[in-house]
C-alpha cells in the first residue's frame, strides 16, 4: 500500500487481487471545500453569474435597437449538464522508475505535459523521461489530463526497478474526470412583421476549462474556447451580440470532444427552431435565409 500524494495505491500481482486489498481499506478523507458540492450548488454559481456584468465576443449592429423595435420578441434559457469523457478505455499508465530514468507507456493526448507530469512525481529530470505513446483508447479530450501519468509515475518511484502498470476502474474514471463545464445560456430574439430575424443577444455563464490549464490564453476576461460556435456564428444577424461569462462552480472542468462548439451549437439551433415556429416558418428555410 503505497500512500500517495492524492490518493492511496495498493500493488499486486494482479488486477483483482489490486482492487479487493484497496476496496477492504479504511481510508478517512479529507474531502476540503470540494465536499459541499452538489447539483443545486452548481445551478446556483451559474444562475448567480447571469447578474454579472460579461465581456463580449463579438457586436455588430446594435442589439437593444433591434430587440426594442422588433414585432415580435422572445426569450429562452439552455441548461446544459457536466458530461464525462467515458472513454472506452479508462485511465491507465504503465511506469517504470530505474537507474535515474523513468519511462511511461501510455494513451496521450499531450506528450510534453506527460513528459513534465512524469518527472515531477518520479523526481527524475525531464530529459531522463521517455515517453512511449500507445493507441488512444478514446481520448476526446481525457487524455489531455496528466494525473494518471503522474500518479503512476509516483507508484513506480515507490517501486524502483519495478514496472508499474496503474489501472483505473470505470468508477475511478467517471468519479475523478475533468468534466464538461456545465452552462447556462440565455438569448433574447426579436423577429420583423415578415417573420426576418432582426437581432439576436445571447449570453453564456460557465466554467472555463482554459483558465485551469492554460491561463494565458484567456484575455480580457474571454476563454476563445468558450465562444466557438457563438463569435463565429455563421448566421448573418443583422444586430447581433455575443458574451460569456467565466462563473467557478467547485468542480474541475477540461476540454470535451468540439469544446464548446457542442454547448454553443446546442443553446442556438434549440432557440432558431423556437424562432422559426414563432415566425410560422419552416425551420430549414428560416435557417436558408439567414446564411
Request: proline share 5%; glycine share 8%; aromatic share 8%.
Amino acid at each position: 500500500v503505497i500512500n500517495l500524494v492524492d490518493g492511496v495505491a495498493v500493488v499486486a500481482d494482479h488486477f483483482w487481487t489490486a482492487k479487493k486489498a484497496r476496496d477492504a481499506l479504511d481510508i478517512k478523507w479529507l474531502v476540503g471545500a470540494a465536499g459541499s458540492v452538489s447539483s443545486e450548488s452548481v445551478a446556483r454559481a451559474l444562475e448567480l453569474g447571469t447578474g454579472k456584468a460579461a465581456p463580449i465576443a463579438r457586436e455588430n449592429g446594435d442589439v437593444a435597437a433591434g430587440l426594442k423595435g422588433a414585432s415580435k420578441t422572445l426569450e429562452a434559457r439552455y441548461e446544459l449538464p457536466m458530461l464525462a469523457h467515458v472513454a472506452l478505455e479508462p485511465m491507465n499508465c504503465l511506469a517504470l522508475v530505474a537507474n535515474g530514468t523513468c519511462d511511461i507507456w501510455t494513451s496521450t493526448q499531450f506528450p510534453e505535459g506527460a513528459e513534465a507530469a512524469a518527472a515531477a512525481r518520479s523526481g527524475v529530470k525531464p530529459e531522463a523521461v521517455r515517453i512511449h505513446p500507445q493507441f488512444i483508447g478514446g481520448g476526446f479530450g481525457r487524455r489531455l489530463e496528466t494525473d494518471a501519468i503522474g500518479q503512476a509515475a509516483a507508484i513506480a518511484k515507490a517501486m524502483p526497478g519495478v514496472p508499474v502498470k496503474l489501472i483505473w476502474t470505470r468508477e475511478d474514471d467517471t468519479t475523478h474526470d475533468f468534466y464538461r463545464p456545465a452552462s447556462l445560456h440565455t438569448l433574447e430574439g426579436s423577429l420583423d412583421k415578415a417573420g426576418n430575424l432582426v437581432a439576436l443577444h445571447h449570453r453564456m455563464v460557465s466554467p472555463s476549462a482554459t483558465a485551469r490549464a492554460f491561463p494565458a490564453f484567456v484575455q480580457d476576461g474571454i476563454d476563445p474556447f468558450m465562444v466557438e460556435g457563438a463569435a463565429n456564428l455563421t448566421y448573418a444577424v443583422p444586430h447581433f451580440r455575443t458574451s460569456v461569462l467565466i462563473q467557478d462552480t467547485g468542480v474541475r472542468v477540461g476540454y470535451w470532444r468540439s469544446v464548446s462548439n457542442a454547448l454553443n451549437a446546442f443553446a442556438f439551433e434549440s432557440f432558431m427552431d423556437e424562432l422559426a415556429v414563432a415566425a410560422g416558418k419552416d425551420p430549414v428555410a428560416f435557417r436558408l435565409a439567414l446564411l
